[in-house]
């Protein structure tokens, strides 16, 4: 739940945003602040995975937390 929208498949391997109408002002809000979702969740993947996980996450993106 802390995670939400963001989805989580196969242990970690998967991740995807699921759009809800419901997250446009947060979504606006982002993108106004020039703040992207994986950093937004960034605290509840780092519990969820870990920060090796959360590290590798943002070298993949191309983006440091």
Do not use: M, Q
Not at 9 to 15: L, Q, S, W
Not at 25 to 50: C, M, Q, T, W, Y
């Amino acid at each position: 739940c802390h995670l939400f929208p963001v989805r989580i498949r196969n242990n970690g391997t998967e991740i995807h945003y699921e759009y809800f109408s419901e997250c446009d002002p947060a979504l606006s809000k982002g993108k106004k602040e020039n703040i992207d979702l994986h950093h937004f969740v960034s605290s509840p993947l780092e519990r969820a995975f870990g920060k090796e996980w959360t590290g590798h996450l943002n070298n993949i993106i191309g983006t440091e937390s």
